[in-house]
């Protein structure tokens, strides 16, 4: 019988025992067995922390970033082949898609962190900190990748979400991981982690993956790892107890079931949106994944004088809910994940029923369409109502794990707010209300028992994830019952992978650790002005100092009169008595602006625009005929995505310091400035070309492709003539939905393709000179006559078979890429 397998140590391998099956949740067939004796768990565990580690602390977080990004665009790509495996889970089409496309938008999310941390493998927290009276003492906090591997040990509901949505976080922090996805779906985390591997986008070792349940993963846990678990708050409580755990005192973050809890705001009565939201709502986290959610509303509170009218709106709701094979369109739920949960669900039930009366479905009766319900894993919805939860407990300690939910009263807010408090710690809650005054009251007293809390209104209804959607940015946990965990939460969810070590020392060697220019640091006096420097060349301390301006009476008046700016300060000198001005005093932003006057490079070079201004304060008043100068010191080097028809640049923080003439500290500010990357091709122009060809010769070979070198200069002298707009007889190939796209490809400095069929190629099929010089003339020419057509018409566009309609900004990087792309094919540029 086929096994499933685990990625550990390099390779795929299986279980040495027979292991146990794993069924299909819709017919009962049996899929494979899962069987993990015989790995040997220390050894996967080192090998994740030498592999894997070694190669993911060395990366910077943009490079983890844009690795993540890579994935989550490889893995969308294959999508389809994993929603046919997840149907066999019992999932619907909705289901998989939380789980699966839900799974991939977490690497998006997390790869969009990059932004907000520095290009360096480690980050650094806050602001510094003076230690000292005169400033040459200092603190810093930076945060270095756990040295360690991330061991997840995850539930079955959502096998791709469990594993993705953890897993993105630890390598964006530079940590491996291994995972543990539970054994009954284990098959669909396989084949994402098998589409994971093979794609070789990660480092090797990033990603271990063991398919099944492993009693002695924690017992060789050191104290870099980080643990975290997803499942029951049983299971939970044992593992975070093991002694391994305690011993080492290894980071344990657990995510629980938990019973939470979905309330109706009294103003929110038959009629009116909220009440028809809140039964919608209702419904869907009941049903979606059959109710295998540790998100899923568990217990419905509703005010007392509208109970019925909600378990009549629900019963209707849940009437429309059809059950059976989730790949038939007209299914609305699925089933759970084996005939052994549901037996698990159905004892929950029963417990509950002890208390509680069941007032919707039926445990032993149930329609299925496209399926047999004996062979799969079916069970009806079921709605409980409980008249008495302040007096009975059943509903508030026992969670069915399904599609089963729990009704109850309360008469005032307060009743509402204990009643979701009973359940001691939950993951979510969530309040329909109209009234703002009511929603705020269940926010400020509910949240100590929350890890999140939705307010669902007619105004957010329609754009809102919903009650149980967690999401990437926000932290998912929650106290109590819940685990006392918290995941994901954007930057907080990567610094649980992160060591924290506060670093002291001078400012001028605090500087050169952090990568971040820290004030009262030594200056690096730059050879020419920075805003000469391609964005690689500056670093973090490089400065100037600039000439001096004195301020006069007329300066002031005239930047009053051009902003508006009448305050008295500036124009009424007869109002100074009792105030902290002494004379006409300057604008604080006259002075930035008179700042960036003096340090303002005004030729045109790599600084391509301001854009921002942060952190600007104003120490002293600066009068008429006081004299300033300005530092412009760089502060910081942050990488910039860059989008649309732009060239590639990085944003650089300048820390400007205004400084009087006795060198005291006026003003401060941190200003930001977009500036362009250095060019990675050869430069090419008249002057160069001749000097790259005279290396050329006929025998000369490719170092791909099959073109000679005669056809070679054909073709690039077939594209500079298209380019003047002598041949224009073509249709723009590239498909209107996509040309916007690869037309702003043109303004990356990524190299073109080395393999690929250009749409014209049949047109330079047959050598038409008689030999490779005079190819080379014809080439010299071609590019003389590009020029001067438009230098003749320099607003004039012509249009390329790919690219689209171009002019000559544009056509000057389609000639650099493309004659680098073919001088580099036949080693001319080496």
């Not at 993956?209 to 002695?216: A, E, L, P, S």
């Not at 909220?274 to 209702?282: A, G, L, S």
């Not at 009766?365 to 047999?372: M, N, P, Q, V």
């Not at 077939?718 to 037309?743: C, M, N, W």
């Amino acid at each position: 019988m086929k096994k499933i397998q685990h990625y550990v140590s390099g390779k795929w391998t299986e279980g040495k025992d027979k292991g146990h099956p794993v069924y299909d949740a819709i017919t009962g067939e049996l899929i494979a067995n899962v069987a993990t004796d015989g790995l040997d768990v220390p050894e996967i565990l080192q090998y994740g922390r030498t592999k894997g580690g070694e190669v993911l602390r060395k990366m910077t977080f943009q490079e983890r970033g844009n690795m993540l990004k890579k994935l989550a665009l490889h893995l969308t790509k294959k999508k389809d082949a994993f929603y046919e495996i997840s149907y066999r889970t019992g999932a619907t089409k909705v289901d998989s898609w939380i789980d699966i496309e839900g799974g991939f938008g977490n690497l998006f999310a997390n790869a969009s962190l990059r932004k907000l941390f520095p290009n360096q493998p480690y980050h650094v927290e806050g602001e510094p900190i003076d230690l000292s009276r005169g400033g040459r003492f200092m603190a810093h906090h930076i945060m270095v990748p756990k040295k360690g591997v991330a061991v997840h040990i995850n539930a079955f509901n959502f096998p791709v979400w469990g594993m993705l949505e953890k897993c993105a976080v630890n390598w964006m922090a530079g940590v491996p991981a291994v995972v543990l996805p539970a054994p009954s779906s284990s098959y669909l985390a396989e084949a994402v982690a098998r589409e994971i591997i093979n794609s070789g986008i990660l480092p090797e070792g990033a990603l271990q993956i063991i398919n099944g349940t492993v009693k002695t993963i924690l017992d060789t846990v050191e104290s870099q790892d980080v643990v975290t678990f997803t499942g029951s708050a049983s299971t939970g409580r044992l593992l975070k107890a093991h002694p391994r755990i305690i011993q080492e005192a290894v980071p344990f973050t657990m995510e629980a079931d938990s019973l939470n809890a979905a309330v109706l705001g009294e103003d929110a009565v038959p009629g009116t949106p909220e009440f028809d939201i809140f039964i919608k709502e209702v419904r869907k986290e009941m049903t979606v994944k059959c109710g295998q959610k540790c998100t899923a509303i568990r217990r419905i509170i509703v005010p007392e004088k509208l109970i019925e009218d909600v378990q009549i709106a629900l019963g209707q709701q849940l009437d429309k809910v059809t059950i059976g094979d989730p790949r038939l369109k007209e299914v609305r739920m699925g089933s759970l994940i084996s005939r052994e949960q549901v037996e698990e669900v159905r004892n929950s039930v029963k417990d509950i029923a002890k208390e509680a009366q069941i007032v919707y479905g039926n445990l032993d009766t149930i329609e299925t369409l496209g399926a047999d319900a004996k062979k799969g894993a079916f069970i009806s919805p079921i709605l409980l109502r409980e008249d008495k939860p302040f007096a009975n407990h059943a509903a508030h300690t026992r969670e069915a794990f399904g599609p089963v939910s729990t009704l109850m009263p309360y008469k005032t807010l307060e009743e509402a707010i204990t009643l979701a408090q009973m359940g001691k710690g939950s993951l979510v809650s969530s309040i329909m209300t109209y009234d703002n005054a009511i929603a705020k009251e269940y926010v400020v007293e509910a949240a100590s028992h929350h890890g999140r809390i939705l307010v669902l209104n007619r105004e957010n209804a329609k754009e809102s994830t919903g009650h149980g959607s967690p999401l990437p940015t926000l932290v998912h946990g929650g106290p109590g019952r819940a685990g006392g965990g918290e995941e994901m939460g954007g930057l907080r969810g990567v610094k649980h992978y992160l060591q924290r070590t506060a670093v002291q020392g001078s400012p001028t060697t605090l500087t050169e650790i952090t990568g971040i220019y820290q004030p009262k640091s030594a200056y690096k006096e730059a050879a020419q002005h920075p805003f000469k420097y391609h964005w690689e060349d500056i670093e973090p301390g490089m400065s100037l100092r600039t000439h001096m301006r004195t301020i006069t009476d007329a300066d002031i008046v005239n930047f009053a009169n051009l902003t508006w700016d009448h305050f008295y300060a500036h124009t009424d000198i007869t109002s100074l008595d009792g105030s902290i001005f002494e004379k006409r005093t300057a604008h604080g932003y006259f002075i930035l602006a008179a700042a960036a006057g003096l340090f303002v490079y005004p030729n045109k070079g790599p600084v391509a625009a301001n854009y921002g201004l942060e952190d600007c304060r104003f120490l002293r008043p600066i009068y008429h005929n006081d004299t300033v100068y300005v530092r412009l010191t760089c502060k910081q080097k942050i990488e910039r995505d860059v989008r649309g028809p732009e060239l590639p640049s990085g944003i650089v923080k300048w820390y400007v310091e205004v400084f009087d003439t006795e060198d005291e500290l006026v003003a401060i500010a941190t200003i930001l400035t977009m500036v362009q990357k250095k060019n990675p091709f050869a430069v090419i122009n008249k002057k160069s070309i001749p000097a790259y060809l005279k290396k050329l010769t006929e025998d000369a070979k490719p170092e791909w492709g099959s073109a000679s070198a005669q056809r070679m200069v054909e073709h690039l002298e077939f594209s500079l003539r298209i380019a003047s707009g002598e041949i224009q007889d073509f249709e723009i190939t590239t498909p209107e939905d996509i040309l916007e796209k690869v037309h702003d490809s043109l303004y990356n400095h990524r190299p073109m393709p080395k393999h690929y069929d250009f749409p014209l190629a049949d047109r330079t099929k047959n050598l038409i000179h008689p030999d490779l010089e005079t190819a080379k003339v014809k080439l010299l020419e071609a590019y003389d006559e590009f020029e001067a057509y438009f230098k003749e018409h320099p607003q004039a566009t012509t249009t390329h078979v790919v690219f689209g309609v171009l002019n000559k900004f544009e056509w000057d990087l389609v000639h650099t890429k493309h004659l680098n792309h073919h001088f580099s094919q036949f080693g001319l540029l080496e």
